[in-house]
């Protein structure tokens, strides 16, 4: 590749044929946002549905708004919204709760499908609550079943006839590798082993296609790639052939197939509904919203086609300003196993973040050694990746990271 | 009792020395809400925490706010102040999930607690969703406990040795009776199990000593006395003499000792916040700290004070205009075993009450006869009382009810 520069990136974005999404979100002044993946920017047209929820949805409608405002069908009808974002059909998706409850939920249906196994399989590494919810299933279920860790390169082989579940993310939180979804899913199928998806750094980010891979079961995260805001509630995926016989434990009044009949005796309702449990967390659910329908609007083909242009000139510019500077990369170069992130490791990886966070361009750190740049491809512009390495590099050259401010551990980064 | 008039309501209300918290909600014009025990008015304030939460901390702060606008502690923050409700000690309640999911957590951690016992205690009737999320439990634990139910009058003497853990709701929600917490706690221990109580119609409404009874669990919901908003998280309490070694199965990573270390294994939190499992709802717990700043400012005696006199004088009226048309008493005329509602039932219940929301005086319906009136003494006035009986004796003296409109059956009243 030749020598880049900044003129190219310039050009880029004024060939960009998403350039006109950025003006659909509010982006701190001077900011580069690259912090995407873990909390999504706020678009424009929240502070308005915000209001309107607050104020006269809820402070003027009270408790008919249920059904003039229709919060009844709200988990449903933004769960059909992203199901157009992630390859499912209506009925197929629904929003509620948290990422961590709803894989708690689906993996205990999971096991309830395939009584006689008794492997969960995951991988070392994996988001940690992905790993904790399920310890914690093991341990609810007495020794019945036992969550097995096989490194990723490792997966296909460790899928046998006594796994009833695979549990994987399908990209990494911390080094951005995505799976091969359709591979790994056939795999588990040919094994009559299920399959669940964490599409947390996958929704809004990568093209997903859960039918056509045939996917048994999915889990998302509202907060990162669709913009619904902090801890805006994530949402489900059953595939429509598992949901007649789905048996999941939080068997809340939300999930009654009558809610209102105020029955003593839990009977499923017959759709997807049946994975709700307790009243849907409204304004939450009205926030993101709002994001859902900016990414449904989006070309996903389009969203992963930038996404990959910014990663791919995202490394070589570390190649060519940063090559002496003890930076590694930790994301493969290989298109295919890139999500929307590119992680560098630096072993004053925590300093150099925050010497670039002072500088107002904004990425993250996670233990111990990683550097996290997430590329959100509606917001952030190709200019910025230019500016963040040029940033980077200065920092770098002066040493800036090497003060004790820097060096500060704060709470959460 | 002498005949009631309309003065004397003008009146007490002129000696109400809650009178000016009624400044602090904003109430839909010329509408009289009875329904707070289901679903709770705006406070003013939470308008200008809806724009700061959203606009500023998520908008211009994004993902530092969860140190600058210190989103990371809010769980516990919010909970502190809902355990002064309550009775509890800082540290004994947290913000979370729902009400639902908190009943889940907290009875599977109860049962492991008991491990040799093979009961759960509840009543008939008692809320829907509390029975359901037993019911889920008893399922997914494969026969090793049974839920059992009693009606309320037999509950003390259903308490047994096999007795892992009674669930029973403090203030019904259909009929406003209240138990007495004290002596079933009490007998509880005295069988050697353990009780949680579902303060979902109490929290707010009336005096609650958890730790003078001795309690040793709790579940609450944010969206009704407390006024946090529509679907706002719910809370729990875990008696600290519990909390070391509480294992609840909903093991997600914001209820890890160290989060942000990401291990690959779950090791609980130190005290409460073991409890909690995905990342917060921030918007949902922040609108509800404004609810829960209004009650902590209020003295909860003078609430029942109030509460009770309301209740009193409503049933006082029923008896004295309403004598002939048909209705019957759903609630406790002895204060000590009423919340903070009152229940009338009727056989055309549904209709009356659509007929009196027709007039903004809203109450509301649960089947088969049941209608619900509320007494929210922050905000509601005695002189609303006089005119909602006064407008239900109007509407049965004409048959206002019995028109084609006020029958047709909505998703959700």
Redesign the interface.
Known sequence: MTLLNKDHFIELDRQDPLAQFREEF?L?EEHI?L?GN??G??PKA??EK??K???Q????G??????TAD??HLPRRVGDKIAGIVGAAPGEVIVA?????NL?KLA?AALRLRPNRHKILSE???F??D???L???E???DGKVHLH?QPRQEILDAIDDDTALVVLTHVHY?SGAMFNMAEITRKAHEKGALILWDLSHSTGAVPVALNNVEADFAIGCG?KYLNG??????FLFVAQRHQAEL??????????AN????????EPAPGIERTL?????????S?LEVGVDIMAAADMGRIREKSLKMSELFIALVEQRLADHGFGLATSKRPAERGSQVSLTHEHGFAIMQAL?KRNI?G?F??PDIMRFGFTPLYVRYIDIWNCIDALAQIMEIAEWDRPEFKKI????
Chains 1, 2 share one sequence.
């Not at 449990?277 to 659910?285: D, E, K, L, S, Y």
């Not at 704060?410 to 980064?413: E, F, G, M, W």
Request: net charge negative; charged share 15%; aromatic share 12%.
């Open positions: 509010e701190p946002y912090n873990s909390l920017v706020m929240s502070k915000a209001r929820v607050v104020e949805e809820w402070g003027q009270l408790i008919r708004s249920w059904n919060w009844i709760d948290s990422t961590s409850v708690f205990a070392p590494g994996n940690p609550t790993l904790y919810i310890q914690g299933l341990r609810f279920m860790t911390k907060y805001g902090p801890g805006a509630p994530g048996e999941q434990p939080l068997s809340g009044w939300f999930g009654h809610a209102f009949a105020m029955s003593d005796t839990y449990c307790g009243t849907t967390p409204v304004v939450g659910a926030l966070i904004v993250d996670r233990a704060t709470a959460v980064t």
